[in-house]
């Protein structure tokens, strides 16, 4: 469905359950309101502990189609000359927080979870295969970085996450982008890094004045329904708190 489309879809809905004498809202009320319901369905299907059979993004063939479209790569390798905007970016000036080996690199645009991740080290004029990048916690850091069998070595980089360098409140076009830290073995250097991830859904915008304006779902088609109810449900909590918190329990019992 186009935004405008689910927009309709939404109104046809709502104003039903209120015998077609619903509170009015506008494009921009209804634009955020189909947003936030996206975003919870997205999640849903993302993250495995919020269904009842406990399965991911990609435990079967349906949920890897629903996020496909949010699937993105980029990839870093010395010296880089790709666009940083859709692609990974070391930084040049490493900051000095850093750890003992580690490297520092700003993520793509939009960028929200990992799930693929290589590299390839260099030792002197030698650059070896592709191999895993391992994220690892604080405490595991702490706790193995000095275990010559689990540290990093030639077939191991560990990754951690780090802080942006400009978060800006509210609109995020301020906001520097989302920063990792690599650790990899000493006497090495990063020659690659390969990062597949999901991005975060862009906002759904409505605008029947203008529809050139209009924002569409990135999501597969088949989840617009989901998302539209979503929505509605969304709207209704404003009203009838009590239903949506019955409707809200009967989804999370039922089959994902």
């Known amino acids: 469905m186009l935004a405008n489309e689910m927009k309709f879809a939404f109104m046809l809905k ?68 790709s666009d940083p905007i859709d692609s990974l970016s070391k930084i040049t000036v490493q900051p000095s927080e850093g750890h003992p080996n580690g490297v520092f690199f700003e993520l793509p645009e939009g960028f929200l979870y990992a799930i693929e991740e290589t590299a390839k080290l260099k030792i002197g004029l030698t650059t070896g295969r592709e191999i895993p990048v391992k994220p690892v916690t604080h405490d595991q850091y702490i706790a193995n970085i000095n275990n010559p069998f689990k540290k990093p070595y030639a077939n191991l980089v560990w990754r951690m996450d780090y802080s942006r360098a400009i978060y800006a409140e509210g609109d995020d076009i301020d906001a520097s982008r989302k920063r990792t830290e690599l650790i990899h073995p000493e006497g090495y250097t990063v020659d690659q890094y390969r990062l597949r991830y ?26 617009h329904d989901s998302i539209v109810d979503e929505a509605v449900k969304i709207a209704k909590a404003s009203v009838k708190q009590n239903e949506y918190a019955i409707a809200d329990k009967e989804k999370q019992d039922s089959d994902k």
């Open 14 to 81: 709502y104003d039903a359950m209120f015998e077609f004498a619903a509170p009015a809202y506008d494009d921009r009320q209804i634009s955020w309101l189909l947003t936030a319901a996206q975003n919870r369905v997205f999640l849903d299907k993302y993250y495995t502990p919020s269904n009842k059979y406990q399965m991911g993004f990609e435990a079967n063939e349906k949920r890897r189609r629903d996020l496909e479209q949010l699937i993105k790569q980029a990839k870093w390798t010395a010296p880089s000359t």
């Open 198 to 223: 999901l991005k975060s859904p862009s906002a759904i915008v409505v605008d029947e004045f203008d529809p050139t304006n209009q924002k569409h779902c990135e999501l597969d088609e088949t989840l």
